[in-house]
């Protein structure tokens, strides 16, 4: 069961930083796709704990350190920290990982329910019409594409 909404603040900020940092470092530095990153977050276990809001996934760790440990769990070895070559660049890959961590923080949702309502490619072409919205209006806009995809 996840945790009550809204997010404390410091938590809001650790998730979507977290998992902003974790979907493109898994795009650029491990060359995956949005589907394949997502499908080993879930099974992997840790976007349970994500969604959660445990703190070792949440704040405790960065998004390169979130990626390994997913990578880790899936492959069942050890794997390196991969840190992104540039400062975060604000990509679509970043965006994506901040609105889905946004609405899980926000709306109490997981990341299991999110990703099976709306995949993740869809919320890639959604970063064009929803980029520059602030949070509420983007809570908004994702809550009615996630009501139109479900």
């Known amino acids: 069961m996840t945790k009550t909404v809204p997010a404390d603040p410091i938590m809001l900020t650790g ?4 998992l902003a940092v974790a979907v493109e470092n898994a795009i650029t530095e491990w060359g995956d796709t949005l589907e394949g990153f997502f499908e ?8 349970d704990s ?11 760790c960065t998004g390169e350190e979130l990626v390994a440990m997913v990578n880790e769990r899936f492959i069942g070895t050890p ?3 991969r840190a992104n070559d540039s400062a975060t660049s604000y990509s679509e890959y970043y965006w994506v990982g901040y609105a889905l961590a946004l609405f899980v923080a926000e709306k109490g949702s997981t990341v299991q329910r999110i990703v099976t ?11 064009h ?10 809570l908004d ?3 009615e594409a996630v009501q139109t995809y479900a």
């Open 15 to 18: 998730m979507t930083d977290c």
């Open 40 to 47: 080993k977050f879930i099974a992997s276990g840790l976007a």
């Open 50 to 60: 994500f969604s959660n809001q445990e703190p070792f996934v949440t704040t405790g």
């Open 79 to 81: 794997q390196t920290v």
């Open 117 to 127: 309502a709306v995949p993740p490619e869809e919320w890639l072409r959604m970063y």
């Open 129 to 138: 019409t929803f980029h520059e919205y602030g949070d509420e209006l983007l």
């Open 141 to 143: 806009k994702l809550a």
